[in-house]
């Protein structure tokens, strides 16, 4: 959960009636020496980057709110059987094989592919404990197939660990998606640049 800072000011009881003026109009040119330090501290920051930097200089809350949409690919699995297979490769290659619907003519497996993936996980919670997920309440729970992760935190706090490299370019992440699929036995995420649903093995 994020927590915005407060802030609280209080008059004393003498002086409440002899500050009654109109509040100072925000001068413009304020906000370009926060900008200037933004871009100071990040280079050539991504929007993200951007947000949290300015809302932690500013004192207030550097959270995002992740938020997940059900996505349709326009093919679906067989939801209730394990024996899911992940496999992912350093050269940006991610697939994971499932297993065909009892009903469905084509009973090769459902292959779903990503490319130009950053980062693979295959990890608890499964389906009887999905509750559990960071994102449930944020719209997981109305996701039977695949999610992608609108605002995510995980492509931010990628570019955030790349900032070290001196050859560190933001807009590398600027096109990087995070999916989830919750399966049978555990919840697959993967952040990469494209998604796309196969029939048959990927290799």
């Given at each position: 959960m994020c927590l915005a800072s407060l802030s609280v000011s209080v008059t004393h009881r003498g002086e409440a009636r002899s500050q009654d003026k109109a509040s100072p109009v925000p001068d413009p040119k304020r906000r370009q020496p926060l900008e200037a330090w933004v871009h100071a501290r990040?280079?050539?920051p991504s929007p993200y980057?951007?947000?949290r930097a300015t809302a932690a200089r500013s004192g207030q809350s550097a959270c995002?709110?992740?938020r997940v949409i059900a996505v349709d690919l326009g093919i679906?699995?067989?939801p209730n059987v394990p024996e899911a297979q992940l496999t992912a490769t350093d050269n940006g290659e991610t697939w994971l094989s499932l297993l065909a619907r009892d009903d469905d003519a084509d009973q090769r497996p459902v292959t779903l592919l990503w490319r130009g993936s950053v980062a693979t996980r295959m990890e608890?919670?499964?389906d009887e404990a999905a509750e559990g997920h960071r994102l449930y309440d944020a719209g997981l729970r109305d996701v039977v197939w695949v999610?992608?992760?609108l605002d995510s935190n995980l492509v931010i706090e990628f570019e955030r660990l790349n900032r070290v490299h001196p050859r560190r370019d933001a807009a590398?992440?600027?096109g990087l998606r995070h999916w989830v699929v919750p399966l049978k036995e555990c919840t697959v995420e993967v952040v990469a640049r494209s998604l796309e649903a196969l029939r048959?093995?990927?290799r």
């Open positions: 990040l280079g050539s980057s951007i947000r995002v709110t992740e679906t699995w067989d608890p919670p499964n999610g992608e992760v590398r992440y600027a048959g093995t990927a």
